[in-house]
C-alpha cells in the first residue's frame, strides 16, 4: 500500500505545548518536545501558538531585549531540531526590524529560521492591547530581519512554496488577521497558497470556541485550502482572561481534526489533507481562478524543500488520518440525514411540481414496479401533487407484470398505489413482448440482452402512450447511479418526460423510502409497505422467476455493490482521485468489509461502464440536481461518449500489481 503522502496527502498538526509566561528555555524545551512526539507520528508540517516562545501575555516584558534575544536564540536552535525530524515548523516570537516591534511567525525549514510573517492587524480593543507593544505589517520599511546573528527575509506579502511530493504553498497569518474583515489569507490564496496557517493567542469567552471553529471552518471554504489554528494553551496568563490551546485543522469547509480545550498538559491535532483534491477543487472553481489578489502590491513567493522524513518513527504514518466516510451520500448521524431527506424530496417535489404547472398537466404516468426507484419517485409525485393542491388521482401508477416480475413487487406496487389515493393501471406485457420476438425472430429461451432490453422499451412505450393518451407527463424513476454505471436501457427506463431520481444516488434512495415511512407517509398500512420495498432485493427483475416465483437475478451480484459504486462515483466525479489513490481510500472506508481484491475487481467494472455509457447520460431527459454529484450533460457532467477508460484502467492495473508485490 503507498504511503499517503505519495498520493497527495501531507500529515499536519496544530499544538499547544504545556508554557510558562516569560520561560523561553521551558517554552522551548516543551515546543521541541512536542514537535518529536508529532514527528514520530508521521508529522510533516506543525503550527505552534502566537508567540508561543515566549508567552503571548507577555505585555511590557516585551520590550526587554533580554527576552527578544532568548526568543531568537530558541527559534533558531528548534530550527535546526526541526530539520531533523522532517518537519517544517512555524513558531511565534517577538521580532525588532528598524526600530520596531513585530508579532512575528517565523517559518522554521531547511535548519534556519527560514523567514518571518508579521502580524497584519493588530487588535486594540476589550482586553487587547497589541499597538502598545508591535506595529503592524504594513509599517515595515525593510524585507530583512536578524534572527540570533543570522539574516531572514520578512514579509506579510509572501506565500512560501513547498518542494515535495506533492508541491504546494503556504500562506501565514496572526490570529486577528482571521478576524478581520478582509483577512490576509483571501489574496494569498488567490496568490496560489493552498495551506493557510495561523498562529493564534484567542482567549475563551463563553460561545466563543464555536464563532472561532465557524471562521476557521468558513475561511477554509472560502480560500478552497487547508487552514491550520493553532490557539495559545492554558500556560498563559490567567491575570484577567483564560485560554484554552484550541487548536483547529480544516479542510474546504469540514473540520478534520480538533484538539482538547482547556487542559494544562501540551495538547495536539493531526490530519491529513489532502493537497491533490484542493488543486482540483481550484482547477474547476472558475469564480476562484478567474480573480486576482486585490491589490497593486504583488504577493511574492518564495520557495523551500520540504525535508526529508526520518526512517524511524513514521510507522503510523501508513494509515490515513482523516475521516473517509464510506457511504459519502448518506449521513452517518441520524437527524442530519432526516434532515438531508426532507431538503432532498423537497427538491424533487419542487421541480415536478414547477414543471407541471409549466406545462398546464394536471396528470403524470408513472411505471410502478414495487422497487426502490419508482417507488420513490410515487411519493415524489404524491407530494407534488399536495404542492399544486391537485387530485392525487391524476396521478396514474402503472403496473406492467412481466416474465421476471415476484408476486412481492407487484403486489406492493399495486397496495402503494391505492393507499397513496392515485389511479392504478395493470397492463401485463408478456403477450406483448413473445410476439415482439416472433416479430424480430428472437428465441424466446435465449436470455439475453435483447431478451431483457424488449421488456423494458416494451414499458416506456405503453407510458410514453398511455401519457399522449391522458394528456400527461411520463416521470422517470432510474437513479443517479445506474447512469452512471449505464444500468438502464437505451431508450427504454433510460428515458422519459421528467426525472426526478436523477440526481439522487442509489445508497440514499432506500434511506428516503425510509424517512417517506417515518414522517411523510406515516399511516401503518403505508409505512408498512414501504418498509417492505426498502428491504426488497435491488432488481430490474428481466428475467423469469424460479420454479416458484422466486426472484432469480439481483443487481448486485451482476454489476457489484452499490455501497462501493457511489463510493467510487464520489471520488471520481466529485473528488477526481487517481485510480490508486481512489483504490487506497476505498480500502481505508471499506477494508473491513471487502477484500483488496474485490474492491479492485469493481473499481475496474466502475471505470469500464461509466466510460462505456456516456450516451446514455448525453441523452438524458430533465431532472433536478440534489446534491454535488450530478451527471446532466446539460450541468455538471460533459464528456465525449467516445472517450477511452486505458489510462485509468492501466493506472489501476498497476496499483493492483504493487500491492500485490
Not at 490530519?271 to 486585490?294: C, H, M, Q, S, Y
Not at 416472433?438 to 440482452?449: E, P, Y
Amino acid at each position: 500500500m503507498p504511503a499517503p503522502e505519495q498520493l497527495g496527502f501531507l500529515r499536519v498538526a496544530v499544538a499547544a505545548p504545556e508554557l510558562r509566561v516569560a520561560d523561553v528555555a521551558f517554552n522551548a524545551k516543551a515546543t521541541a518536545a512536542a514537535m518529536r512526539e508529532l514527528a514520530a507520528q508521521g508529522v510533516r508540517l506543525a503550527v505552534f501558538p502566537e508567540l508561543g516562545l515566549t508567552g503571548y501575555t507577555c505585555a511590557d516584558l516585551f520590550f526587554q531585549p533580554s527576552l527578544r534575544k532568548a526568543a531568537a536564540r530558541a527559534a533558531r536552535e528548534l530550527a535546526e531540531t526541526a530539520h531533523e525530524l522532517g518537519m517544517i515548523t512555524f513558531v511565534g516570537l517577538p521580532v525588532e526590524v528598524g526600530g520596531r516591534l513585530y508579532n512575528c511567525a517565523a517559518v522554521l525549514a531547511e535548519g534556519r529560521v527560514w523567514g518571518l510573517t508579521p502580524k497584519t492587524h493588530l487588535p486594540n480593543y476589550g482586553e487587547f492591547y497589541e499597538q502598545r507593544w508591535f506595529s503592524p505589517a504594513a509599517t515595515l520599511t525593510s524585507d530583512q530581519a536578524e534572527v540570533d546573528g543570522h539574516w531572514a527575509w520578512i514579509s506579510s506579502r509572501h506565500i512560501l512554496g513547498v518542494r515535495g511530493p506533492q508541491p504546494f504553498a503556504l500562506g501565514v497569518e496572526i490570529c486577528e488577521d482571521l478576524w478581520a474583515v478582509e483577512p490576509p489569507s483571501g489574496r494569498l490564496a488567490l496568490a496560489g497558497a493552498t495551506v493557510i496557517v495561523n498562529l493564534s493567542a484567542s482567549d475563551e469567552l463563553l460561545g466563543k470556541a464555536e464563532y472561532r471553529r465557524d471562521l476557521v471552518k468558513q475561511q477554509s471554504a472560502r480560500c478552497l485550502a487547508a487552514y491550520l489554528y493553532a490557539g495559545a494553551g492554558a500556560g498563559e496568563s490567567s491575570t484577567d482572561v483564560v485560554y484554552a490551546g484550541h487548536g483547529l485543522i480544516a479542510e474546504n469547509g469540514v473540520v478534520l481534526a480538533e484538539t482538547e480545550r482547556f487542559s494544562l498538559q501540551t495538547r495536539a491535532a493531526i490530519a491529513d489533507i489532502d493537497l491533490e483534491r484542493l488543486t482540483n477543487e481550484r482547477i474547476k472553481n472558475t469564480t476562484f481562478t478567474g480573480v486576482r489578489p486585490n491589490s497593486d502590491k504583488p504577493i511574492g513567493e518564495a520557495w523551500i524543500e520540504l525535508p526529508e522524513a526520518p526512517k524511524v518513527g513514521s510507522k503510523s504514518s501508513a494509515k490515513l488520518l482523516r475521516p473517509i466516510v464510506a457511504r459519502p451520500f448518506v449521513p452517518d448521524d441520524v437527524a442530519q440525514r432526516a434532515v438531508r431527506c426532507e431538503e432532498i424530496f423537497q427538491i424533487q417535489a419542487t421541480g415536478l411540481a414547477t414543471r407541471l404547472r409549466h406545462i398546464g398537466s394536471k396528470t403524470v404516468v408513472i411505471g410502478v414496479s414495487g422497487g426502490l426507484d419508482s417507488t420513490l419517485a410515487l411519493l415524489v409525485a404524491a407530494r407534488a401533487f399536495d404542492k399544486l393542491k391537485l387530485d392525487r388521482r391524476g396521478i396514474l401508477g402503472v403496473t406492467m407484470p412481466g416474465m421476471g416480475t415476484t408476486k412481492r413487487t407487484r403486489g406492493n406496487a399495486e397496495k402503494l398505489v391505492g393507499l397513496l389515493g392515485a389511479k392504478l393501471s395493470i397492463v401485463p406485457i408478456e403477450k406483448a413482448v413473445k410476439q415482439h420476438f416472433a416479430d424480430i425472430g428472437h428465441d424466446l429461451t435465449t436470455h439475453d440482452i435483447t431478451f431483457e432490453n424488449s421488456q423494458a422499451r416494451e414499458r416506456t412505450q405503453i407510458l410514453m402512450d398511455l401519457a399522449n393518451k391522458h394528456g400527461g407527463l411520463v416521470v422517470g424513476t432510474g437513479d443517479l447511479s445506474e447512469f452512471a454505471l449505464g444500468w438502464c436501457t437505451f431508450n427504454g427506463d433510460q428515458m422519459s418526460m421528467y426525472h426526478v431520481n436523477a440526481g439522487v444516488p442509489k445508497t440514499l434512495v432506500r434511506h428516503l423510502i425510509d424517512w417517506c415511512a417515518d414522517s411523510v407517509f406515516s399511516g401503518a398500512a403505508a409505512a408498512a409497505v414501504l418498509r417492505d420495498i426498502a428491504e426488497t432485493p435491488v432488481s430490474p427483475e428481466l428475467l423469469p422467476t424460479g420454479k416458484r416465483g422466486e426472484l432469480r437475478q439481483k443487481t448486485e451480484e451482476m454489476v457489484g455493490p452499490y455501497d462501493l459504486h457511489d463510493f467510487f462515483l464520489f471520488y471520481t466525479v466529485r473528488v477526481p482521485c487517481r485510480p490508486a489513490k481512489l483504490l487506497f481510500l476505498a480500502e481505508q472506508a471499506w477494508g473491513k468489509v471487502y477484500s483488496p481484491v474485490k474492491i479492485a475487481r469493481w473499481l475496474e467494472v466502475f471505470y469500464r461502464r461509466f466510460f462505456a455509457n456516456q450516451f446514455k447520460r448525453s441523452a438524458m431527459p430533465d431532472g433536478p440536481k440534489v446534491g454535488s454529484v450530478a451527471l446532466s450533460p446539460r450541468g455538471d457532467w460533459r464528456m465525449p461518449s467516445d472517450a477511452k477508460p486505458d489510462v485509468w484502467l492501466a493506472e489501476l492495473a498497476t496499483a493492483v500489481g504493487k500491492k500485490r508485490k
